[in-house]
């Protein structure tokens, strides 16, 4: 049996004993409307998310979806979203939105160019109760554009950095060098966000843990209050993940990111931040904010996917069939799932493990379900090794815990992106998907 089977075996007895389900498919249906409205109405509050399928340069390494920017495209793009935010306004009537996440792509390619006619669009027909958290690329980050965020409603802004060393970035063929990088970020602190975070990538090839120490201490000198620190993840669909040597090490690279991790945490924890998620730090007294966490949401544009209770759905990644199927009056929904109350704990438990902590009084309120009868004995061995503190309401992961759960969690969410988004990618409209 080769490696890959091996693994996909232990998926499957894992996913069954998690989910109770053989397999998780996702489909090409619709939701009936009825089914949306209702499942929004029961919700008492929703996040939003637009997705923004542009960028300036495709970078090797990157899975999310975009494509190069045009202004015909984006024009079209920003008239499709106001149409499909006209569709949802009746269902979403008087819906509070506690939290709205502009990423991409790069939605910094619309500035100027549609972006704040969406944005208007959306605080017109939703019941708006939030600010803006948008993510940029350090190129589009002028004085002027910068203000022009603040004008917008922007309190969050994100900025990918991605690397602090210009060796790393001309490896990650990145279009700036480190003095440019430290000024944007520089400037971007002086404007006094309410969260400034960077996004930073190590592990990248031949990258020493010094390297990765000095940058760490560099952007906190630079002013920011959060940094997502991801390791370099190799996605077989992206040019970097076509490298298979990578692969072969699989175990190895493990234990080495667990290493660059420590470092950026002892350097992050001696500088007055805590871990606000198993790749984030936040500098204390400031909200963190993190997209994926939001427990309902609707998601708008190529690629926007909504959880709504029971069912979960994803839009076309295709910006013209995107753009073609809100033209002809339909909604540009490409696959959805219905989630039956087991995976929904699974999947509520998953992203609470992302967070590093959580209260199990809130899987009750979520649930009406006692989180120790589910999940206490799985729980308690956890607490057994190290990883977690399981007090009588917060649980706690430890930073072992947190890096080690994750890892085992990756082997899950790793794939399934590769298969979602790997297939999402080439084929507009999949017939279905098996995770
Ligand atoms: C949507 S982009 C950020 C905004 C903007 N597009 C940019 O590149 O500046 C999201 C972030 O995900 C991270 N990312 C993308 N591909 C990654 C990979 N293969 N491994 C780890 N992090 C990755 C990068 O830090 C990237 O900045
Ligand atoms: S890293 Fe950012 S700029 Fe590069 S392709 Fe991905 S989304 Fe686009």
Known sequence: ???????????????QKFTGQTKIEFQNIIPDDTLIARNIQELSTIGLYLHIPFCNQICPYCPYNKELYSDDAAQRYAQAVIKEVEKYAGLMAHKKVSSFYIG??????????GLEDMINAIYKHFNMACTIHIESHPNHLSNQNLDTLKTLGVNYLSIGIEALQDRHLKVLERPYKSADANNIVERAAGKNFECLNIDYIFDLPGQTFAEVEQATREMIKLGINQAATYPLFHFPYTRFGQDVTKKRNAHVTMFRRRKFLKVVEDVFYGSGFERSSVWAFTQKGTEKYCSV???????????GGSYLRDIFYVNTFKVAEYIKAIENGGFPIALSIGLTEKVQMAAWLYWRIYETKFRKGDFHQRFDRSFDMEYGTFMKLLERIGFLDNGHDLIRLTDKGAYWIHAFEDFFSIDYINKLWGTSKYNPWPNHVIL
């Open 1 to 15: 049996m080769s490696f890959d089977m091996f693994s996909d075996l232990i998926r499957n007895k894992l996913v």
């Open 104 to 113: 991409g792509g790069t939605p910094t390619t619309m500035l100027g160019k």
């Open 293 to 303: 966490t939001v427990p309902s949401y609707l998601g708008l544009g190529a690629s």
